[in-house]
C-alpha cells in the first residue's frame, strides 16, 4: 500500500493563476482533508471531504475550492493565486469519524507563487 | 475556539538526557490529543495517541486536565529522536475531524 499519494511534488505558478492539487487516499479510507502549512508554522485545516461532499471548512477564503471523486481521490484548487498561499499543501487521509485514530498524511505538495 | 500552543520552537537535549516537549490545548470538553512527528525528509507521522495511553519508540504523553496540558516525554533521549514534533487537537464529536496543530518545537539531540 503506497499510503496517500500526492501530485505534484513541486510547482511554480505566478501570482493570478490557478492551481490543482491531488490526492490519492490511502486503501480502505473514504475521507480526505487538506492542510496547508506555512514556513515555520503547524498545518492549518483547509476543508473535509467525504461522500464527495465538502463536510467542514476551515477559515479559507472561496478562492480555496476542492473536490472529491467516487474513487476517494480529491483535488484542492486555488484560483487567483497570491503571494501567501506558497506553502506546503497536505493531504491527509482516514475513514470516516474515525479520526480519534490518527490521520495518514501524504508527504504535501510544495507550491512556489512569484 | 481549541487552540493548541507549543511554547518551545527549538529544543536541543543531550543523548541519554530526558525530553519533555511541551503542549497546551485551550478546548471545552473532553478532548482527544495526538502527537505528531515529522522526521528529515519524511512525511507527518502520528507518533502517539491520547486514548490509547501507549508508549511509542519510549515516548509518552500523559493528558492533564487540570494544567490543561499533554506534554510529551522520553526518559533518554537518543539521536534518532531528532525531529519536528506537533501536537495536535481533533475537533471533538462525530464529523467534527479536523486537527488544530501547534506551531511545532524542534528537537535536536547533541550526541
Known amino acids: 500500500d503506497a499510503g496517500v499519494t500526492q501530485s505534484p511534488t513541486h510547482l511554480i505558478k505566478t501570482r493570478g493563476q490557478q492551481v490543482t492539487l491531488r490526492c490519492s487516499p490511502k486503501s480502505g479510507h473514504d475521507t480526505v482533508s487538506w492542510y496547508q502549512q506555512a514556513l515555520g508554522q503547524g498545518p492549518q485545516f483547509i476543508f473535509q471531504?467525504?461522500?464527495?461532499?465538502?463536510?467542514q471548512r476551515g477559515n479559507f477564503p472561496d478562492r480555496f475550492s476542492g473536490h472529491q471523486f467516487p474513487n476517494y481521490s480529491s483535488e484542492l484548487n486555488v484560483n487567483a493565486l497570491l503571494l501567501g498561499d506558497s506553502a506546503l499543501y497536505l493531504c491527509?487521509?482516514?475513514?470516516?469519524?474515525?479520526?480519534?485514530?490518527?490521520?495518514?498524511f501524504g508527504s504535501g505538495t510544495r507550491l512556489t507563487v512569484v | 475556539a481549541q487552540r493548541v500552543t507549543q511554547p518551545e520552537k527549538l529544543l536541543s537535549v543531550f543523548k541519554g538526557a530526558p525530553v519533555e516537549l511541551k503542549c497546551n490545548y485551550s478546548?471545552?470538553?473532553?478532548?482527544?490529543l495526538f502527537w505528531y512527528v515529522q522526521y528529515s525528509r519524511q512525511r507527518l507521522q502520528l507518533l502517539l495517541r491520547?486514548?490509547s495511553r501507549e508508549s511509542i519508540k519510549g515516548f509518552t504523553a500523559d493528558l492533564n486536565k487540570g494544567e490543561t496540558s499533554f506534554h510529551l516525554k522520553k526518559p533518554f533521549a537518543q539521536e534518532e529522536d531528532s525531529a519536528m514534533y506537533y501536537c495536535a487537537l481533533p475537533g471533538g464529536g462525530f464529523g467534527n475531524e479536523k486537527l488544530t496543530f501547534g506551531t511545532g518545537t524542534r528537537l535536536t539531540i547533541i550526541p
Open positions: 478546548y471545552s470538553g473532553s478532548p482527544e
Open positions: 491520547h486514548i
Open positions: 471531504y467525504y461522500e464527495e461532499e465538502e463536510r
Open positions: 491527509a487521509s482516514s475513514p470516516w469519524g474515525r479520526v480519534a485514530f490518527g490521520y495518514t
